[in-house]
Structures are given as C-alpha cells and as structure tokens.
C-alpha cells in the first residue's frame, strides 16, 4: 500500500517528464536524447529561484513553479531554432546533436552552479498517517499503523500532475494551437501549405516538450535534492515510458507512466534497484525488438 | 599510380609516422599516443558498423566493456595466463555482438539505437549488480607481474607503445583490406541503399549480422587492449559515455574512412587534454564539437578531404 | 516451356484485393509484356514474383521448382533479376561501382571476368564513358538505363523489368527496344510496360492484368484485337 503511493508520486512526475518526449517525437518526430538535462534544469533553476528568493519557502516554491519550467522552455525553444531547424529534422542527425547539447546543458550547469546536490525546501510538508485494513474477529477492521504515512506534499505532487495532465489535454483537443499541432504532427507539408508555420510550432513544441520536463523537476525538487546528473535516470525512464506506451501515443504514454511508476515502486521494494533496473531496461529492449510500434501502439503500415 | 597502391602506400606511411613518433616524443605523449592508439582501435571498430553498414549503434560500450571484463576478470578471477584471457575477452565482445545483433537488428533507424543503447544500460547494470567480482564503479587493478607476455613486461613505456602500435597497426592493415574486399562493398552497398542490395541477391540480414560481430570483436580487442596495457578495469567504461565517444571520434575524423577514426581520437584526446587543464566540465568540448559537427561537417576531416582532395580514399 | 509460373496467386492489402488468383505462365526465351491500366495490380504481382511483397496466398514456381517460401535474395540468387518502377541505384558510388556491386555477388571469384562483364553491361546500355561519375549525379534517363545494366551484368535467367522505359528520351527508347531483343532467347524477359509502342515493338507475348486478374493473354496481335481488353484498357490510357 505504502509502495502504491510511493510509487503514484514517481509516476505523477514521470508522466510528465514521459510526455514531454512523447509530444516532441509524436509532432516533430524528433527523439531527444537531451530530454533529461531539460529536467535537470528545470530542477536546479528551481533550487536557485526558491534561493534568490529566500525566505519564505512557499514564496520561492511558486515562483519556481511558475520561473523554471518558463526559462527551460525557452532555452529549448533556442536551441530548436539555432539547431534542429539547421539540421532539417533529419532523425539520425537530430539524435546526435542532442547528445551534444546534453553534454552542453550538463557541463554549463555544471560551471555555473557547480557540483553539489541542492535541496529545496517543501512548501508544507505535513505528515499524514494512513488508515489499513485487514479481516478481524469483527469483520473488516481499521488500522492506524506506525509508518504507514505519507506527506501531504507528496499528495500535492499527484494532484497537481493531474491538473497539468488535464490542462495539457485541453490544450490539445480544445485550442487552437492543439488544432495545429495535430494538423502538423498529421502531415507537416500539407499543415506548411495551409499557412501552418511549421516552424514555430516545432520550436513552440520543443519548448512545451522540455517545459513539462522542467516542470516535473520542480515537483520533484523538494523530495529529492537537485543535482547536475540527475538527468539519466528520468531519461532512462520515460524512454521506456514512451516506448511502452506507443512512440508518440499520448494515452499509451499515461498508462505506460503510471504503470512503471508503480511497478518501479513495488519492484524495488523486493528486488534491490540495480537489479529492478536491469529488467525494467531489459525488458523495454525486448518490447521495442518484437513490437516497435509499442504495447499500445497501432501497427504503422 | 592505382588506387590499391595508393592507399597501401598512405596505410604504411601512417604506421611509420606511428613509430617514428615513438623516438620523437617526451615519454608523457609518447603514453598519450599508444592510449589513443588503443581507443583508435575501438573507433575503428565502430567505424565497421556506422560508417560503412550504416547502422548507428549506441551501445557500443557493451562490446569494449565485455573484452575489458572478459579479459581482466579471466586473469584476475580465473587465473588465466595473459594470452588465452586476451582471446577470451575477444570472445566474450563476439558473443555479446553476436547475441545483441540477431535482436537489435530486427529493428531499423531509431529503434535500433535505442534498442543498442538499451542493452549497453542493461550490461553496465550487470557489472554494477555483480560488484562482488567486478567492483563496481570503483573497478580493480590488473597487477602488474600479471602483464608479462614470453617474458617481456608490458608495462614499460616502450613495450606499451609497441604493444599497442602492433595491434593497432594489425586492426588497421586488416580493415583497410577489408572494407576494399567484396564484403566490404557489399557494406558500403547496404549502408547506401539496403532495398537495393537486397534485391540484388545479397543477403543483407546476415551481412549486418557479420558486421555487427566483426565491429563487437574489435571494440572488444580494444576493450583487453586497454586493461592488458593501463592494468585498469572498470564500469565507467560500460557507461552510455563511453558508447557516445566512439560516435564522436568517428564523427570528427571521417565516417567511413580507414584512417578517420585515429585523427579522430587524436585530435579529441588532445582537445579534452587541453580543455580539462582550462576546466573540470571538460565534456562540454565534446557536447560543441558534436552539435557542430552535425551542423557543419557531417563527413568528418577525413570525408571533406575525400571530397575536396583525395577523392580514391578507401 | 514456362520457366516462371504462378498458381492462385493473391495478394489482399487489410480486405481488399490487390491480385486474385493469378494463373500466369512465363514461356522461357521469350519476351513478355505485362499491361494493364493504373492500380491494376501489376507491380504488386511482380513484387510477389521477386519476393519483396509477401504473397497472401498461391504459388511462385521457378524452373519447376516451388520458390513461394524463399526470400528475395535467394530467389534473385536462383537467376531472377529485377529493377524498381521508381529508380532504386546507389546515389553516392560512382556508376562503375553500382554496377560492380551487381555483378560481385556472382562472379567476384575471377577478377578478370568480372571486368569484362562489366564492361559489357556498361557498353550495351551506353554508359561506359560515364563509368566513373558519381551515379546520383546522372539524369534520370541515364539512371534507368544504369539500373537496367545492374540487371544485365547478373547474367540472370529472368529479367523482370517495371517501367523501364519510364522517362527515356525517344532514341534511348528504341536502342532499348533492340537491346532487349537481343537479351531474348538466352534470356527471359518480364516487362511492365506502359508505352504501347514498346510493348507492340518487343513482346512476343502479352499479359493483360485489369483490377487483380487476367483479363487476356496472346500474340501482340490478338490482344490489339480484342475488345474487351481495348475496353478496359487501351480506350482509356492511350485515348
């Protein structure tokens, strides 16, 4: 039970994080290998707005909140005009300068912020003891054990991916800016026919891609401390996310979210996590080896 | 002049000006140039795969980190002698090339990187997970009586640089002959248009298989290389890292160029060299040179200077 | 003698039928012409001859041998040589090159022979001068003859050809007229065809295919005279 939240708080983050990539392979067809470093960013302008700003933590939180996820966008807008767009989308080509501007975002952050892990102090932070249930002498007993608790800011986390979730879907099915963005994911040559500015729609979606990244980073800050190389892991992560759930499928990429999420919870509480990792990778492998359109994806013909 | 005795001749001159430098240079760059000489070899390696199947893997690291492992933990574990755990790590590097080929090559394009990428992850986790015989990140030293062959001790300067000058020179005589061989075109033909050779009555499935194994082979001959000659094992070197830096020097010296990956390691090596004096984010040099390579010389040093100068450069 | 023939041969794309149960004979030595409108279904049934396109259902017999399970590499290994509709060569090698990869697969083993073959092939479609150019810098006429030397230069026993002639200038496409008479006899030709005047000046036998089926067979002159393929067919193309 305990593993279930815990793991509902991964997967809230990780669904964001997932679906960033998600948006930006499933428009522009790009796979972003610098996807991670967004989040790190967004994790690390997070602990120095929350700082700059000091004392008060909720202050500092919200403007971290609202600043860091808006900065990464923008950084990752830029590096889609000065980059991508010069590389014409080409995938194999667009996969390695990715990885030359992880290295790039890492290493700045690196120089500027330097290497030690940064903690950002949560907004409220209560501890709540949760409720258990078990079959007694008298039916259905309640329990009110010790450690069995989680805190409310954890709670906040999965509430607030939940809202984002939603806006984002809005975003996509009732605006016009969604209208566009499908109308280019569909056929970008006939959406630059109609008058779609194909290119700051691509530069719109890097930077919303990298924006959710950041913004699951800022969630996250406060449970776990920011630190430059903290970017594989949610990499890793929602790489298999995305795959599992279907390259580009938005729906497949909750459910693969929340499913991983989860299981990542529940499986490093009995295995140790190296060993968790290791099938969780494998086993992504494996999926993209005999299904590369993913568990939930359509086969494309 | 025809085009085979010319580049038999631009082949040898390069393993002469190898060993002309060995007299030329103070001993720090003469240590610096059979290290890069050993990396050169996994770059070659790679080159076999991306530029000339075509195939762009991201988890190379597996295969270096597999000949290193196979060869450091045969001697240190199994107590074999210096050469047999040599061929062992050779082994190992084909094995796992020949295992992850016959699925990762069921995939195309980004799949298959990502599939090679996902697999290399899945090794560096097994080394990790193993840490009572592998020791983990930390790794473990090869000892140096250890690293004797016939009697000679590989750990002088001289017998390094020429250790790593023979195998070198072995890697690289073999791959210029081979990429000129009927198989080698045969590569080259998949990497420029696969339907087409296929339809020509190749089997190209299994000639992607046999690159795939022959690329995994030399990477893991460098992989032993590096420990036989630094006495070094460790899983840094099965880290995505390290699958990135061949891609890099690959990149910078010339895909599908016989000596593009050595000028490739060369000049990368010197350039962290000299950055990592000016600063600890040395990596950021190579995340610039990646993005501006991809931007403005796709064909690396060597592939505008075929197009520019020699065009009958193998 | 028939060195080629189908039996049933279906091909169905998600229900609907792109061939249905194609009898269809190849009579060895001699020149075929395979017609038929648009989306009649002929490249579709010459890519399950080649192997490229899976067959939903039927049979692919080679010189009496039934090949229906082989992949396309070994059925191009039995002698079945073939060349795309849209031009398939290696852009960035140079012509001699494109053509050298052709002929390896075969003869790599005498670099003596090799030569001349190639040389042959190159001569006979008219490209020896341009051997060395870079192949994707040719125009697109001679980059359908290029293609059609890769075929020659395999020496194959069925040559099976998709709109060969497809952008070929008016004196390219009669040198190929007699090119492909004089292939005839060692070798089995397939061509798919749209220009009348080739088919009706080469084939010495006419397949007509029409919505996934065989609507008729014969000489050049029986099918000019028939009325139900001129209804299909010949009404509405060359109108």
Known sequence: ?301 | MTVARKSGLLHLSVLVALIGLFFMLPPYHSGNLARIMVLAIYAMGFNILFGYTGLLSLGHAMFFAAGMYGFGLAINLGGFPLLPAFLIGMLSAAGLAAITGFLALRTTGVAFMIVTLMFAQTAYLVILYFGAYTRGDEGFVIQTAKRSVMGIDLTTDSARYATALILFGLCFVALARLVQSPFGRTLVAIRENEERARMLGYDTGAHKLKAMILSGLISGVAGAAYAMLFGYVGATFATVQYSIFPLLWVLLGGAGTTIGPLLGVFFMFYLIDFSSSLTTAYMLIAGIVLVVLTMFAPQGLMGEMRKRVFTWLP | MNILETHNLTKTYGGVHANSDIDFALPQGKITALIGPNGAGKSTFVGMLSGRIPATNGQVVFDGRDISALPAHQRIQLGIAYTFQITSIFPRLTVLENVAIAARRRFASNPVQLKTRIATALGKVGLLERAEEIAGDQSYGHQRLLEIAMGLVQDPRVFILDEPTQGLAEAEISAFITLIKSLAGETTILLIEHNMNVVMGAADWITVLDQGRILASGTPEDISANTAVQAAYLGKTDA
């Open chain 1, 1 to 301: 039970m305990l593993a279930t939240l815990e793991g509902a708080v991964i997967a809230s983050v990780l669904v964001l994080t997932a679906m960033g990539l998600s948006i930006v392979f499933g428009v522009m067809r790009v796979v972003n290998v610098a996807h991670g470093e967004f989040y790190m960013l967004g994790a690390v302008l997070a602990w120095y707005v929350s700082s700059v700003l000091g004392v008060n933590a909720v202050v500092g939180f919200v403007a971290a909140l609202v600043l860091a996820p808006l900065l990464v966008g923008l950084i990752a807008a830029a590096a889609d005009r000065l980059i991508l767009k010069h590389l014409k989308y080409d995938p194999d080509r667009t996969i390695v300068a990715t990885i030359g501007l992880l290295y790039i975002i890492q290493q700045t952050t690196l120089m500027t912020f330097g290497p030690d892990a940064r903690p950002v102090a949560p907004p409220f932070n209560q501890r709540l003891a949760l409720p258990w249930f078990e079959w007694g002498e008298n039916g259905l007993e309640m329990f009110w054990p010790w450690g069995l608790s989680i805190t409310s800011y954890k709670l906040f986390v999965i509430a607030a991916a939940a809202v984002v979730l939603l806006s984002l879907w809005v975003l996509i099915t009732r605006t016009k800016l969604g209208l566009i963005m499908r109308a280019t994911q569909q056929d970008s040559e006939t959406a630059l026919a109609f008058g779609i500015p194909v290119g700051r729609v691509y530069s719109v979606v890097f930077g919303l891609g990298a924006g959710l990244a950041a913004l699951g980073a800022v969630l996250v800050v406060p449970i776990q401390q920011a630190h430059y190389l903290m970017g594989a892991d949610p990499l890793l992560l929602s790489f298999i996310v995305v795959i599992i759930g279907g390259l580009g499928s938005l729906p497949g990429t909750v459910v693969a979210a929340l499913l991983i999420g989860m299981s990542d919870g529940i499986i490093s509480v009995f295995f140790s996590p190296t060993l968790a990792k290791i099938i969780a990778t494998f086993l992504v492998a494996m999926v993209l080896v005999w299904r590369p359109q993913g568990l939930f994806g359509r086969a494309v013909t």
